[in-house]
T-cell receptor, first 115, second 108 residues
Framework: ETGVTQSPTHLIKTRGQQVTLRCSSQ?????VSWYQQALGQGPQFIFQ???????GRGNFPPRFSGLQFPNYSSELNVNALELDDSALYLC??????????????FGSGTQLSVL | EDQVTQSPEALRLQEGESSSLNCSYT??????LFWYRQDPGKGPEFLFT???AGEEKEKERLKATLTKKESFLHITAPKPEDSATYLC?????????FGKGTKLSVKP
């Protein structure tokens, strides 16, 4: 069984640029959630995709956007990068069984540095 | 505003020295209280889900308990491999509210 994989593992960008992060969900999972984890902080929910539709969003501006593809892989796009966007970006998938307490399976993340 | 607060921020233990981590939550309606461990440079790894006050779950040296306002992660006779940051998010269906976590270091 293949776990959640994210690419790239590390990325350096300049303020004002745009970035795309990628995530392949675990086999059989149709729901993907994205989180931002700043240094020394807990992860913060960005948004979730279920069957290619956005299914919930946290307190992040519209320059954070996403996509989910028919194979349930996902992308996170961030436009007009700011220094504060420097963080570990985590992708998590789940099988969407309908259980409220459904556990998430996290990838190892993409470390984004904005200079 | 829903919130999760963990204490202490950091905890250093000697191998075999048992202790507990605290997680206080303020939410309008508990959906689920989770425990995850996170190793440096990795994503969080699921440990437990608790749903209602009085519930307890165990896994090896770890035991999680839940009251109406708090959850505790009890670590019995920890080993160096238990060193990690422990997170206790509240939430459900993919939308989790995290605190800052407790960084546990276990020295041999």
């Amino acid at each position: 069984e293949t776990g959640v994989t994210q690419s790239p593992t590390h990325l350096i960008k300049t303020r004002g640029q745009q970035v795309t992060l990628r995530c392949s969900s675990q086999s059989g999972h149709n729901t993907v959630s994205w989180y931002q984890q700043a240094l020394g902080q807990g992860p913060q929910f960005i948004f979730q995709y279920y069957r290619e539709e956005e299914n919930g969003r946290g307190n992040f501006p519209p320059r954070f956007s996403g996509l989910q593809f028919p194979n349930y892989s996902s992308e996170l796009n961030v436009n007009a990068l700011e220094l504060d966007d420097s963080a570990l970006y985590l992708c998590a998938s789940s099988p969407s069984t309908g259980l409220v307490g459904e556990k998430l399976f996290f990838g190892s993340g993409t470390q984004l540095s904005v200079l | 505003e829903d919130q999760v607060t963990q204490s202490p921020e950091a905890l250093r233990l000697q191998e075999g020295e048992s202790s507990s981590l605290n997680c206080s939550y303020t939410v309008s309606g508990l959906r689920g209280l989770f425990w995850y461990r996170q190793d440096p440079g990795k994503g969080p790894e699921f440990l437990f889900t608790l749903y209602s006050a009085g519930e307890e779950k165990e896994k090896e040296r770890l035991k999680a308990t839940l009251t109406k306002k708090e959850s505790f992660l009890h670590i019995t006779a920890p080993k160096p491999e238990d060193s990690a940051t422990y997170l206790c998010p509240e939430g459900g269906q993919g939308n989790l509210i995290f605190g800052k976590g407790t960084k546990l270091s276990v020295k041999p």
